[in-house]
């Protein structure tokens, strides 16, 4: 096998699989999991006995300020309800009095552009397309009080800061008549996008209360329009959900198509995903829930919880606990909530590569303090660790670089005869102990990296605008004045220098505008990725360099002559 028609077919085959991944974003078969609806609900035989006597969650409380039946369109409540402010040193939150819903969290730390630094990210709010919220709320089964998502709390102030406080608690408060008391608080920490959401009942009445409490995550729906020109245009947007042994991305079509997903778990979560964040309910594990995913219409999925019912005697007090994480996908805080919740950092089917990668770029990171060199350090130890495996090819790719005159001189000789001509090439490759198939294994090792690479550089928050040097001011874009990519196609044009020259006119003419069109392909690349090509060209142009001399030294030494220096 030729190495520079492998070096062809792995261009095409790489801008194929590209093509492939946009293909099934849009029109691709849905997987069996999601196609057929009697494997998106749970069989109910199989099932927890989770009690239904419980009101659906979405319908309307006695005491609700909000008239309509169907807030999912129209939180009509949430919006005209007086809001309680939360600052901490990471985010900024907002939580109405209309069943203490969450319905704001800026992230003080993460500006939506580069060049836009007051314009930040804001991952719950009451107008689309960033409409979002976190409701919560407890059900009575028998007509007994209850606090729903549109019940009017109470809250002591209206506004609270962490300060230079560790933690910061924010309490609010509904009352019923017959003793019944339901608070609502929320937990944040320093430094965490981790909220702890914590719903106690207390039994102030005469009978037995059975009730459950439940959370709803809110998100606008609508089709994603995608970009070749936009690598974030290719992330998933959407609901993901943990059963308690997979994670899965549903589809926004198969839920409008298939109705409401439900499945039930002892250990899962529920989650709403989108490029480099995450919001994310996860109930302590150990207790029967029952978790369902829905969409209505073009503008909101609704996600929801809700544990099986428990009973509260009079005068007895009961805590339910959700944990809540509204901000960037940061793995190490993801894995301190539930070591599953990772999955939401999607490195695709290559995640045995890219995850192992994440973690070494992020030691590497500790130390030099800046992605992009942390990205060339990592090259180099990838480098160093395969480099006798390459060696051994680049021996034999400097070996066919010095039998090129007599392999030209074959081909003219057996021009007439390919079989003649192919046994020759073989003798000639046997006798001189060269394999030509050993050029594509630098090729082959590369590959996964590099995707791996990718996906790493696409998903991973930490390298989120984070800068470089010079004009790179951030890895996970594209570099905006093409200089990386340029640099990239002369130093591939150098390596093919280096290489044995192909002996077959098309092909030679084809291997001449590979830099020409890896340099075009590669111009709307994150830099970072760019970054890693270049830093691997490089080097293996480095490598091969000092092989060819070796090799060429050794054949002079052979043949009677000095070895040059």
């Given at each position: 096998?030729?190495?520079?028609?492998?070096?062809?077919?792995?261009?095409?085959?790489?801008?194929?699989?590209?093509?492939?991944?946009?293909?099934?974003?849009?029109?691709?078969?849905?997987?069996?999991?999601?196609?057929?609806?009697?494997?998106?609900?749970?069989?109910?035989?199989?099932?927890?006995?989770?009690?239904?006597?419980?009101?659906?969650?979405?319908?309307?409380?006695?005491?609700?300020?909000?008239?309509?039946?169907?807030?999912?369109?129209?939180?009509?409540?949430?919006?005209?309800?007086?809001?309680?402010?939360?600052?901490?040193?990471?985010?900024?939150?907002?939580?109405?009095?209309?069943?203490?819903?969450?319905?704001?969290?800026?992230?003080?730390?993460?500006?939506?552009?580069?060049?836009?630094?007051?314009?930040?990210?804001?991952?719950?709010?009451?107008?689309?397309?960033?409409?979002?919220?976190?409701?919560?709320?407890?059900?009575?089964?028998?007509?007994?009080?209850?606090?729903?998502?549109?019940?009017?709390?109470?809250?002591?102030?209206?506004?609270?800061?962490?300060?230079?406080?560790?933690?910061?608690?924010?309490?609010?408060?509904?009352?019923?008549?017959?003793?019944?008391?339901?608070?609502?608080?929320?937990?944040?920490?320093?430094?965490?996008?981790?909220?702890?959401?914590?719903?106690?009942?207390?039994?102030?009445?005469?009978?037995?209360?059975?009730?459950?409490?439940?959370?709803?995550?809110?998100?606008?729906?609508?089709?994603?329009?995608?970009?070749?020109?936009?690598?974030?245009?290719?992330?998933?947007?959407?609901?993901?959900?943990?059963?308690?042994?997979?994670?899965?991305?549903?589809?926004?079509?198969?839920?409008?198509?298939?109705?409401?997903?439900?499945?039930?778990?002892?250990?899962?979560?529920?989650?709403?995903?989108?490029?480099?964040?995450?919001?994310?309910?996860?109930?302590?594990?150990?207790?029967?829930?029952?978790?369902?995913?829905?969409?209505?219409?073009?503008?909101?999925?609704?996600?929801?919880?809700?544990?099986?019912?428990?009973?509260?005697?009079?005068?007895?007090?009961?805590?339910?606990?959700?944990?809540?994480?509204?901000?960037?996908?940061?793995?190490?805080?993801?894995?301190?909530?539930?070591?599953?919740?990772?999955?939401?950092?999607d490195y695709g089917w290559l995640t045995i590569i890219s995850q192992p990668l994440f973690w070494l770029l992020s030691f590497v990171h500790g130390f030099v303090a800046n992605w992009?060199?942390?990205?060339?350090?990592?090259?180099?130890?990838?480098?160093?660790?395969?480099?006798?495996?390459?060696?051994?090819?680049?021996?034999?790719?400097?070996?066919?670089?010095?039998?090129?005159?007599?392999?030209?001189?074959?081909?003219?000789?057996?021009?007439?005869?390919?079989?003649?001509?192919?046994?020759?090439?073989?003798?000639?490759?046997?006798?001189?102990?060269?394999?030509?198939?050993?050029?594509?294994?630098?090729?082959?090792?590369?590959?996964?990296?590099?995707?791996?690479?990718?996906?790493?550089?696409?998903?991973?928050?930490?390298?989120?605008?984070?800068?470089?040097?010079?004009?790179?001011?951030?890895?996970?874009?594209?570099?905006?004045?093409?200089?990386?990519?340029?640099?990239?196609?002369?130093?591939?044009?150098?390596?093919?220098?280096?290489?044995?020259?192909?002996?077959?006119?098309?092909?030679?003419?084809?291997?001449?505008?590979?830099?020409?069109?890896?340099?075009?392909?590669?111009?709307?690349?994150?830099?970072?990725?760019?970054?890693?090509?270049?830093?691997?060209?490089?080097?293996?142009?480095?490598?091969?360099?000092?092989?060819?001399?070796?090799?060429?030294?050794?054949?002079?030494?052979?043949?009677?002559?000095?070895?040059?220096?």
């Amino acid at each position: 096998m030729d190495n520079q028609r492998l070096l062809i077919w792995a261009f095409f085959l790489l801008m194929g699989w590209m093509t492939y991944q946009t293909w099934m974003q849009d029109y691709g078969p849905q997987p069996p999991a999601a196609t057929e609806q009697a494997e998106l609900t749970v069989d109910e035989a199989a099932a927890p006995a989770i009690e239904d006597d419980l009101p659906e969650i979405g319908a309307q409380p006695a005491d609700a300020a909000d008239p309509v039946v169907d807030d999912v369109l129209e939180p009509a409540a949430v919006t005209a309800a007086p809001a309680i402010t939360i600052r901490t040193d990471v985010f900024e939150v907002e939580i109405a009095t209309a069943g203490g819903t969450l319905r704001k969290a800026e992230l003080l730390n993460y500006p939506v552009a580069k060049d836009r630094p007051d314009e930040l990210v804001n991952l719950l709010s009451l107008v689309p397309p960033e409409f979002g919220l976190i409701e919560s709320g407890v059900r009575a089964a028998g007509g007994a009080a209850e606090a729903t998502h549109l019940s009017i709390f109470q809250s002591a102030r209206d506004a609270y800061d962490l300060g230079d406080a560790e933690e910061l608690v924010v309490p609010l408060t509904w009352t019923d008549p017959s003793g019944i008391t339901i608070e609502k608080r929320y937990h944040f920490k320093r430094g965490s996008y981790r909220i702890d959401l914590e719903q106690v009942v207390t039994n102030g009445s005469a009978e037995t209360w059975r009730g459950a409490d439940y959370v709803r995550i809110k998100r606008h729906s609508a089709e994603i329009e995608r970009s070749m020109f936009d690598v974030e245009s290719y992330s998933f947007i959407g609901p993901i959900v943990y059963d308690g042994d997979k994670s899965e991305k549903l589809d926004r079509d198969d839920l409008l198509d298939d109705g409401k997903y439900e499945y039930y778990s002892q250990q899962g979560w529920i989650g709403s995903i989108q490029h480099h964040f995450v919001r994310a309910a996860v109930p302590p594990n150990g207790s029967d829930f029952r978790f369902s995913v829905a969409v209505t219409g073009d503008v909101a999925t609704s996600s929801a919880i809700r544990r099986n019912v428990v009973s509260i005697a009079p005068g007895a007090t009961e805590t339910l606990p959700t944990a809540l994480f509204v901000g960037p996908k940061l793995q190490s805080q993801l894995e301190e909530i539930d070591e599953t919740l990772k999955l939401t950092v999607d490195y695709g089917w290559l995640t045995i590569i890219s995850q192992p990668l994440f973690w070494l770029l992020s030691f590497v990171h500790g130390f030099v303090a800046n992605w992009g060199l942390a990205i060339i350090v990592v090259t180099i130890l990838i480098k160093l660790v395969f480099y006798k495996l390459t060696e051994s090819s680049g021996r034999s790719m400097a070996k066919m670089r010095n039998l090129q005159p007599r392999m030209k001189a074959l081909q003219d000789r057996y021009k007439d005869d390919r079989q003649a001509l192919s046994q020759a090439m073989m003798d000639l490759y046997k006798r001189e102990k060269v394999n030509p198939a050993a050029g594509c294994l630098p090729i082959l090792i590369q590959m996964p990296f590099f995707l791996a690479f990718y996906w790493v550089l696409l998903e991973s928050v930490e390298m989120r605008q984070a800068p470089f040097a010079l004009w790179i001011t951030d890895l996970s874009t594209r570099d905006p004045y093409f200089i990386l990519p340029l640099i990239m196609g002369v130093s591939m044009f150098l390596q093919q220098k280096l290489n044995p020259a192909p002996t077959d006119p098309v092909q030679a003419k084809v291997m001449q505008i590979m830099p020409v069109m890896f340099t075009v392909f590669f111009a709307f690349f994150p830099s970072g990725l760019v970054l890693y090509w270049v830093t691997n060209t490089v080097l293996s142009i480095a490598q091969q360099w000092k092989i060819n001399r070796v090799v060429e030294a050794e054949a002079k030494t052979q043949k009677g002559g000095k070895p040059s220096d």
